[in-house]
């Protein structure tokens, strides 16, 4: 297919041209499969790396390839890249603004995929939300609450706010339960009872031991609270 500018300049696209392209777009596909799910995979089972920073690496070799893959392809059909370039940047000058926070959200993305301060699977709490990270994008990330709601969370919200990650490095968390008795209970006995609840209990760790403790003469009643750590996050909620 030839078209001629009116500058007199002829564009020329051969059907070779296309299936090039898109040769070249399945090969970035198949490429990505034998780093990610063949060379990769046994450098993280030898090196025992978690499930968040694989996510991680296998999400910043996607975009690289993809990125890489697309302008090859663009060369393949003969279109100018010295043009596009150009124009790509007049027009990040133009929407710069306008678009400032959608390249914050990016940027944020970039730094949460490489810090690795939130990764997929952690367990993080974002003001009143709480839930666990199911994908961490370029420009947002999913969190599903333990409610089953998918929120569509911008990453910059994530790198700019207070975030508490509960699982982020540490696999055990310390828990607590209230107990408000009547006054004139024998206490001890209260204290007994509370530790073997604990010490009984399958998800409720014996080291670091349970503690029970006094915290407070109530109103109409004793209160007592039960520290315990439990290596079972999941099902302790």
């Not at 070249?24 to 978690?50: D, E, K, P």
């Not at 690496?57 to 393949?76: G, H, P, R, S, T």
């Not at 706010?161 to 968390?173: A, C, F």
């Amino acid at each position: 297919y030839n078209y001629t500018l009116e500058n007199g300049q002829i564009i020329s696209l051969k059907l070779t041209n296309i299936i090039s392209a898109v040769l070249v777009l399945l090969f970035a596909r198949f490429l990505l499969w034998i780093l990610t799910q063949i060379i990769m995979y046994g450098l993280y089972r030898q090196n025992s790396i978690n499930i968040g920073v694989q996510y991680a690496i296998n999400q910043l070799l996607k975009y690289v390839i993809y990125f890489i893959a697309v302008f090859i392809a663009l060369d393949e059909l003969g279109i100018n890249m010295t043009l596009i370039w150009g124009g790509a940047a007049a027009l990040l000058v133009g929407l710069g603004l306008g678009l400032q926070q959608t390249f914050n959200d990016l940027i944020s993305g970039i730094i949460l995929l490489v810090e690795g301060s939130v990764k997929k699977g952690d367990w993080i709490k974002i003001g009143s939300g709480f839930g666990q990270v199911q994908k961490i994008g370029l420009r947002t990330s999913n969190v599903l609450t333990p409610a089953g709601v998918n929120h569509i969370v911008p990453n910059s919200k994530i790198t700019i706010e207070d975030v508490s990650n509960w699982t982020h490095e540490e696999k055990k968390l310390r828990f607590s339960i209230f107990v408000g008795v009547a006054y004139g209970s024998e206490v001890q006995l209260v204290r007994k009872l509370m530790l073997k609840a604990a010490n009984d209990h399958e998800y409720i760790l014996s080291t670091p031991s349970p503690v029970v403790r006094l915290i407070e003469f109530g109103d109409s009643s004793l209160n007592f609270e039960l520290l315990y750590w439990s290596g079972n996050f999941l099902d302790h909620l």
